[in-house]
């Protein structure tokens, strides 16, 4: 504590305080504390070796105590009894820093420096016999001098001291955690132990990415990371040695500076990291699973692995609607939604390298792993033809439909979810139509052939023989583009030639 704090021994000269490096040589500091010198003290002296200790201010919550073999950073103002000032660590706008009980100050300041809390504030009056004695400091110190300090702790840390975590929150389901070389996206608060602010990634409004345990971060922070679960959240404390040490970062963070990290994890994954592909519902019947070439309707919510949605083509109250395998969605994707059937639902989890990458895109950051919960709705393939699944046949079926007659028939038309499209029987009559000449889509026209009297079948037509891409708003009913039809049709068949309108009857 410059002068105020040399030992009580009968040399004259003021002893060193701990010097960290070289930026603080003795006699600099020596020229620097020499202020303020009083030439009378006449205050009595306090007799024998008695310290007087006034705890002003204790924090509500102290965790850690000074003790001896500590290294310590405090502010002090150094008084005379009569309120003159000798010295002060904020005239030099920089901490004095120490380690406590190894005689590096003057005995009265080991002494009441032992058991203070951060922040902590302490008025001491320290007899002669515990600072400077009968022989004072020439031109700082009188002979016989009291010396008081008001004294204001705010940071402790000992060279045996590791980085300490505590985690205040945890989320329920952790299937993942924090692993030497992962790619991490993460905010926090840094502050030091007194709880001033150095540094925050919400003010920057900017989640830190970083790859753990290679050396881009501090040591300190490439251990605390460790073992973090996507949505945890913990106070990591990094002592000195393992954070910037004496140098500080040369702005916010002094010299030996223990730091103090208030952490949550958004994002992990690992550049090794292929899909994650979770099935939460598969239909009991799937005739068949989407392959590379095939063409597919689907509903999705996209979320960050921190659950904030970045899209869904449910707000936009329309499906997501591509071709598979071939491009035309990001390479996760392409490889996520193979595999599927019809009114499956799945969460495919993509890392960035297979996503959006580096840079990001939109509402979706750099780096950021994908969440997709997926709803198929539908899928076909350019090259399928028409497919007639028939539910009932007449024993006598010998008269089949063929182009050219005249068919009544009842239909319910659905989308291959089950979403109805439209049906004869609420109105009442059949629909009428001369198979072959167009009245209907090509694939109904092609499911409608060798059909006998009373037989049932489900007709599933593709797209593209179907409404295709542009889809049909009619006033029976609405149909998506791209979407397949599928009808249950009953016929009532008679052959007539040379219909031409479809009608109601």
Known sequence: MATTELSGSSSPAPRAPVVLGSRWPVLALQAAFLVSFVTCNDAPPVPGDQLHIDRSWVPET????????????????????????FDSSYDRGSTYNVFVGKGQIIAGMDKALIGMCINERRFVKIPPSLAYGSEGVADVIPPDAILHFDVLLLDIWNPSDSVHVETYHKPENCSRTVQVSDFIRYHYNGTLMDGTLFDSSHNRMRTYDTYVGIGWLIPGMDTGLLGMCVGEK??????????????????????????????????????????????????????????????????YNGSLLDGTLFDSSYSRNHTYDTYIGKGYVIAGMDEGLLGLCIGEERRVIIPPHLG??????????????LVFDIYVIDFHN?????????????????????????????????????????????????????????????????????????????????????????GVDMHLFSLVCGAQLRVNSESACATVTGYTFPQWE
């Open 62 to 85: 102290c965790s850690r105590q000074v003790k001896e073999g500590d290294f310590v950073r405090y502010h002090y103002h150094g008084t005379f009894p009569d309120g003159t000032k």
């Open 234 to 299: 913990r106070i990591i404390t990094v002592p000195p040695f393992l954070g910037y040490g004496e140098d500080g970062d040369g702005k916010d963070i002094p010299s030996q500076a223990s730091l103090v990290f208030d952490v949550v994890l958004l994002d992990l994954h690992n550049p090794k990291d292929g899909i994650t592909v979770q099935s939460h519902y598969v239909p009991e019947n799937c005739e068949r699973r989407t392959q590379v070439g095939d063409y597919i309707r689907y509903h």
């Open 356 to 369: 959006y990458g580096e840079e990001g895109r939109g509402k979706i950051p750099g780096s950021a792993v």
């Open 382 to 470: 350019p090259a399928d033809s028409v497919s007639i699944t028939s539910l009932f046949k007449p024993s006598d079926c010998t008269l089949l439909s063929k182009k050219g007659d005249y068919l009544k028939y009842h239909y319910n038309a659905t989308l291959m979810d089950g979403t109805v499209l439209d049906s004869t029987h609420q109105y009442g009559k059949t629909y009428n139509i001369v198979l072959g000449s167009g009245q209907v889509v090509i694939g109904m026209d092609i499911g409608l052939q060798d059909m006998c009297v009373g037989e049932k079948r489900t007709v599933v037509v593709p797209p593209h023989l179907g409404y295709g891409e542009p």
